[in-house]
């Protein structure tokens, strides 16, 4: 229980959250009138244009048709200025969160005289501070930002300090130019593929009866709002990867130990057996690219001792391994555990027939190795502890395990291991490792097509199913995920007739298909290369983005 000398649950929740939301002004306010006409599993997108809180001017800047490079060169050639980009997206970004519950903190005033310090500096010298000169970037809360609260979804974080210094990601972000207004939503101790925590449950823009995905699930419900150009999140078992396939935006997953983390909260000091890496959110291929570039451009492994000194570099003309030169794309249509829903694999299977038609393209199936052992085998590795360690945090305050978080911390696997008991499971860990490599170059393949998940974004408090994304982790395979451009049809992605399953979470997941829950949800794929081929990723999807957007 929390100690009578601090604050204790629920109040610590209603004040951390009442405070968030006094950071809105006045004249951003939604009237509940206009927020109540949205029923629960409403396609908001629109709210940003009905509510009449943005002008044409600011409707036009925070488009979705416009990614943060367009706008970094309109910024460039003096078509915008920063104080109009961070105006228009902190309005746009105060609308979201009232519909979303995206936000943990908000701070327009602060970031419009960053902005204007900006502005007054490129009309002075004619020159930009950085790559990413005026573009707004949120942030996710538990990434140290000075003069901030940073949490791990505990509410007992709020009662320590603000944060002096900017974690190196974020000052890499600052010094290239970029303005923070805003911080996003996680889900409790930052472990799961859902966003709820002390500060509210976040809720999907083009469904609120689905998950905007986690634990990034703030960036990516903002994001597709219109509410922000790029974000930053990590990724310990699909937290960036998860988010962007929920919202339909881009993301990639690097290599651990390639871009930095710096100062950052986590559930867990220490346990290191599946590491977490950091990457962006954003709308576009290009822009993923960029933001890559300008971290890695900054040689971060000159502040951080443990990170590969590798820089960011796409090649020109890679040795593909297909016949002729072509790409050699494996496809993975299941991972031997769970058959993905019908919307999933309709559009992989869209994509697949589309690059057979294209000559750059050699298409072959791809067999899953041992994915259910990677999955349990990761789970396990991520609470050696027990859990005690998440229930220590949330005990602060007296806050309550939610659902989803006691789900994860007593699943079989889970349990407080012996030191010894942690070496056997790093010896398993580098075994399965080692042998899952030599699978995949048996199949001599670039790439790996796949599903992004199970299915479109499930329903709010049902994601239980990692083993499209955590396997990834488990191996430390990079992987990128894109839009397709489709989205989930009822009248088309009807339910399966009664099958043999090939799994529990494969006869779940099955059976909570319902074709009308999803309708609308956009439809993302996944794609995935050995470790640090980073760059090999980007230039396969290169190629493979000009077949997209697909047409329902």
Known sequence: MASPSILAWPQVALDARAARDARIPESLRLAPAFTAKYSTGADVRAAAAECGLLTADELAITS??????????????????????????AKRAAIAHQLLCCLTDFFMEKALVRAKELDDYYEKTGNLVG?????????????????????????????LPLKTENGLLAQIMY??????????????????????SFWGQVLNPYNTGLTPGGSSGG????????????????????????PA????????????????KGVGTTSLYGADSIVATFGPLCRSLRDMNLWFSVVLGTEPWLKEYNL???????????????????IRVGVMWHDGVVLPQPPMRRALKMLVDTLKKDDSFE?????????????????????????????????????????????????????????????????????????????????????????????????????KYWGYT?????????????????????????????????????????????????????????????????????????EISKVLPLKD
């Open 219 to 242: 960036c990516s419900a903002l994001i597709a709002f219109g509410g922000s150009p790029l974000s930053i999140g990590s990724d310990i078992g699909g937290s960036l990867r998860s």
């Open 363 to 463: 298409i072959v199936d791809y067999e899953p190795y041992k994915h259910l052992e990677a999955g349990e085998l990761a789970h396990e590795l991520y609470f050696v502890d027990g859990g005690k360690r998440v229930r220590e945090r949330a005990a602060v305050t007296g806050e309550p395990i939610l659902p989803l978080t006691e789900w994860i911390i007593t699943l079989p696997s889970v349990k407080d291991h012996t030191i010894h008991e942690l070496w056997e499971l790093n010896v398993r860990r580098e075994t399965l490792r080692a042998e899952y490599l030599a699978h995949y170059n048996a199949q001599n393949v670039d790439v790996v097509l796949c599903p992004s998940g199970p299915g479109p974004a499930p329903a709010l408090g049902t994601s």
């Open 470 to 542: 955590n396997t990834w982790n488990f191996v430390d395979y990079p992987a990128a995920v894109f839009p397709t451009g489709l989205h989930a049809k009822p009248e088309i992605d009807v339910a399966d007739a009664p099958r043999a399953y090939m799994s529990e979470p494969d006869a779940e997941i099955s059976e909570a298909y319902i074709p009308a829950t999803f309708a609308g949800a956009p439809l993302t794929l996944q794609l995935v290369a050995r470790r640090f081929q980073d760059e090999l990723v980007v230039k396969a999807l290169q």
């Open 245 to 260: 396939a929920a919202c339909g935006i881009w993301t990639l997953k690097p290599t651990t130990l390639r871009v930095p």
């Open 64 to 89: 979705l048709d416009q990614d943060a490079s367009q706008i970094l060169e309109r910024i460039k050639r003096k078509e915008l200025t920063a104080v109009q980009v961070v105006t228009a997206f």
């Open 131 to 159: 790559p990413l000169h005026g573009l707004p970037i949120s942030i996710k809360d538990h990434i140290h930002l000075a003069g901030h609260h940073a949490t791990a979804g505990f509410s007992g974080d709020i009662l």
């Open 308 to 326: 590969i000194p590798i820089p960011w570099s796409i090649p020109t003309a890679p040795r593909w391994s297909g016949l002729g030169g072509r």
């Open 175 to 196: 010094d290239a130019g970029g303005v923070f207004y805003c911080r996003t939503n996680l889900p409790q101790a930052i472990m799961h593929l859902e966003t709820y």
